[in-house]
């Protein structure tokens, strides 16, 4: 299936910045609500269903002529547009 970008943003953050962010998505998604992301002149709202996939991916990226490792942290929620997705999420 073919992917279409609907919204990206990046930017360097304090740690404190991100967590705020992303209490505030949670708290959106805990209540129902539907919420809008906004950068400059792109926008998307979205809706989440009452269940998600949710996926959590940590890779370590390492560049053959520095010798120095990043690390990356990836949290992926997925859901079908039509909200009929099921599946169990079990965090440990």
Known sequence: MPEETLFEF???M????VAQYLRTVADH????????????????????????EFE????RETSKSEGSAE???EF??????DGTGT??????
């Open 10 to 12: 990046e930017r360097d």
């Open 14 to 17: 304090d740690t404190s910045e």
């Open 29 to 52: 998604m805990e209540s129902g609500d539907e919420f809008t992301l906004e950068s400059g002149t792109e926008s998307v709202t979205l809706t989440p269903p009452g269940r998600v």
């Open 56 to 59: 959590v991916e940590v890779e």
């Open 71 to 73: 690390i990356e942290l």
């Open 76 to 81: 992926e929620l997925e859901w079908d547009e």
């Open 87 to 92: 599946g169990d999420l079990n965090i440990e």
